[in-house]
């Protein structure tokens, strides 16, 4: 499963990790920010600005509560 989130930061994604199928990557603009077990967890890190990308953590405003606001694709 792939979700996507359109932010004024950049477009992040949650994808299946090819070296490791158990795990999910979050990604912003294609670039690998980090790995995690879901795309939960994946989608809780967006959600506390706790991605790496200092565009989206410094940033202020509303940002999803949860995976369920991503676009499932």
């Known amino acids: 499963m792939v979700y996507i989130l359109r932010t004024p ?4 994604t949650i994808v299946p990790d090819e070296a490791d199928r158990e795990m999910c990557k979050l990604c ?3 670039m690998w920010l980090a790995s995690f077990k879901t795309a939960e967890e994946a989608a809780c890190a967006v959600t506390k600005r706790e ?3 200092p565009d989206w953590d410094r940033a ?3 940002c999803p509560a949860c ?3 991503w676009e499932e694709c």
């Not at 930061?9 to 992040?12: D, L, S, Y």
């Open 60 to 62: 202020k405003g509303e």
């Open 28 to 30: 912003i603009g294609g």
């Open 9 to 12: 930061a950049g477009t992040f």
């Open 51 to 53: 991605t790496g990308w």
């Open 67 to 69: 995976l369920a606001d």
